[in-house]
Structure formats: C-alpha cells, structure tokens
C-alpha cells in the first residue's frame, strides 16, 4: 500500500535491551593470541538465576547443520564437545566469573564465539572475537600461476605450515602493506588480490584495495592462494653454500633439521625480525629469503619483506639452505653460531605452553624485479 504524503510518519527508536544476567560488553570484546598460547576470552555474570546454564558456541556464519558447541556448564560442572572440547575448559575466577580458556591456540580457533546464559525463558548472550597474531603470504604452485582448485589451494597452504587465509586477515595485511597481482583463493571460498600501488596490469585506475573476483567455482576454477600462519615453535638456520636442492636437505640432516616450509620462514621474519640476504632452499623446492632492513644489494625492493627467486631447476648449484629445527616453548631470538644465522627460542622468554612442532606448508611468488637481481645475490650480505 502506498503512503499518503500528507500523513507523517513516525518512527520508534528503542533503545538496545540491558541484560540482566550478563555484563556486557564482556571486559574484552576481542582477544589476541599467537598460535600454541593460551587465551582467556571472558564472561561475566552480574547475577545469577536460579536455574541456568552457559553455553560457549563458536559462530560459523558458513557453518550447515548443529551449531558448533564448544562448553556448557552449570553451577557444578561443565562438559566440552567438538574439536575444541579438549583444549577448553572454564576459568572459575570467581562465583560470578564463566569464561572460557583455550589452550594451545591452533590457526584456525580465530573467529567469533558467544557465551550464553540458557534459563529457559530469559536467555542472554554476549560475543566475544578471537584474533590469531600472523602473517598472510601469497603462494603459487611451482607450475606456475592459477594452477589450484580450491581444495588444492588448502591443501598447500596446509603442507607449508599454515591455513587459507580469512578475508579480514587479508584486509589486514593490505593495511600492513601486502601489495599483490595475483588473485588467490581465501578460506570461504571466495577469490581476492590486495593492491596498494596502481599499475596498469592489476586493475588500472581502480582504487587501491581488495580487489575482488567474488565466489568461484571451487572444484573447477584455478587461482594461486593466500596462505595464514602465526608464530613456530622451533628454531630456523641458514646453512651457507652452493648447495642442489638435495644438497641442501643433507645439510640440514647434518645439523638435526629439516628444509624449512615456508609458512616457517614467513614466521620467523614477521615475529622476530629475522634477516638473511642470502637466497636458500626451502622444502617445497622454493628459494627465499628473508629481508626485515631492506638495503639495495638485497633484492634492491624497499620494502621488508620475504623474497623469492621461484623454483629453480633443483640441480642448480648456486643457494644455501634454510633449516627447521624442533623445539618446543620459548619466542624466537636471533643469533649467530658456528657460521649459521639462526632464529631460536630465547631462554629467558616466557614460556609457550602450547607450542608444538608441526610440519605443515605455504609458498609466494616471485616478481619480476627479484628475478632481474637474482645474480646480484651472491653480493648479499648481512653485515
């Protein structure tokens, strides 16, 4: 029915519902965390109702069928469910206190989760947002470029130490700088490039911002990825020579370590500055290396960053080699031994009690201009 123009309208504001049993906001709407630390994401009750429960659920907003329940406890006790359930439990500060601790972050615990209070008739909720600390890296097949399917996209992000990145870890990660042609696939599926400098083969006169190519057809459709990781928990080193890519293997056996992945070597260069200017081999057959002072005879780009010369022919004999060793606890510390660059963990630090050592992978392009000074790189140095 149309409206009369003559007749005013009038629009009731309510205003936002106080709960009566919650405190809301919840101390911290979001909570950070780097990968195997532990988190607190906090609840609060103001009072209590005679007969209640709370409910932890992890929102899903793509998620089909149950919801995903991570706790539910009353007054006496609490259960866990799901793949969360074992690394979850209730702090218990106080009478009053029902918030939720999750030990040993993993990559992919990141997102929203609700704390509900069920009594049946007066139900109440608050959010609470879970950011994992990390690095988003482009990675390409050694094929060449848009070579994965979705799946395949996940599946090397997962062999490279890390997970499809989410759409709001890219977004950060174009505010902190990430400058990127290609388009590569995001966890919901959908496909994405940042752009910050505007150059006429990525988009033209298009602002500067997450370009996107919207949800494609997983099974079918090929693009690079953009690959998320956070903080390891072992020590990388780099073994100087000029080593074939099984030439390198056996110098890090040598040491007790293994080629690192990338997703590794993205890691120790975002949380603790680690800076090499030699090109070395990585797992996946890639060469990089990491650069946190940029200087001209070192990939001659202004910005820090991971360098990449691709993947060479693997008989070439012309690179070292970055090497992963397990440990377990500790931050990384960068130092000098027996002729290697290592980042490892600090004694002194404090202790990480999730961190594990796991294998798993990710890998970047390479751009013109580091190809261009690939034979510049036997001048690199770090001092």
């Known amino acids: 029915m149309a409206l009369d123009p003559l007749v005013p309208v009038v629009v009731v504001l309510t205003e936002p519902t106080e709960l009566k049993y ?17 988190v607190t994401l906090p609840c609060m009750l103001r009072t209590k109702p005679h007969h209640y429960k709370v409910k932890w659920t992890k929102l899903e907003p793509e998620r089909t069928g149950p919801e995903n329940i991570v706790l539910i406890s009353n007054s006496r ?19 009053m206190d029902a918030s939720l601790q999750l030990s040993h972050l993993e990559l992919g615990d990141g997102g929203g989760y609700r704390c509900q209070l069920v ?3 007066e139900d109440e909720s608050v959010d609470v947002t879970l950011t994992i600390e990390g690095v988003v890296f482009p990675y390409q097949s050694k094929n060449g470029r848009y070579r994965f399917t979705f799946h395949e996209a996940k599946q090397a992000c997962a062999e490279q130490d890390g997970t499809l990145a989410s759409y709001n870890q890219l977004y950060r990660a174009w505010t902190e700088g990430l400058d990127w042609c290609n388009a590569g696939w995001l966890r919901d599926g959908t496909v994405h490039y940042p752009i910050i400098q505007l150059r006429p083969a990525c988009g033209g006169a298009l602002l500067p911002g ?52 990338v997703g590794q070597l993205y890691s120790a260069w975002r949380f603790h500055s680690y800076d090499q200017c030699d090109g070395g ?25 991971v360098r990449s010369f691709g993947f060479p022919d693997q008989k070439t004999h012309v690179y070292g080699a970055y090497c992963y060793r397990c440990r377990t606890g500790g931050s990384y510390r960068a130092h000098r031994s027996s002729g290697h660059h290592h980042a490892t963990p600090s004694p002194h630090s404090p202790h990480r009690t999730g961190s594990s050592c796991r294998v798993d992978l990710c890998t970047s392009s390479h751009t013109a201009t580091e190809m261009r000074r690939e034979r510049e790189r036997k001048y690199c140095r770090t001092h």
Do not use: M
Request: charged share 20%; with cysteine.
């Open 119 to 121: 009594n049946g008739i």
């Open 22 to 38: 919650l405190i809301e906001p919840p101390v911290y709407a979001e909570v950070s965390g780097r990968r195997g630390e532990n």
């Open 210 to 261: 997450i370009r996107s190519y919207g949800p494609k057809d997983k099974n079918h459709d090929r693009f690079d990825a953009f690959c998320f990781t956070s903080l390891a928990s072992g020590s990388i080193f780099f073994v100087s020579g000029s080593f074939s890519f099984v030439q390198a293997q056996r110098a890090c056996e040598q040491q007790g370590a293994d080629l690192a992945l």
């Open 281 to 305: 081999w990585l797992k996946d057959g890639s060469v990089r290396f990491p650069i946190s002072h940029p200087r001209e005879r070192c990939g001659g780009v202004p910005e820090a960053g």
């Open 77 to 95: 006790a609490f259960k866990t469910y799901g793949l969360l359930g074992p690394r979850a439990s209730l702090r218990k500060a106080h009478a």
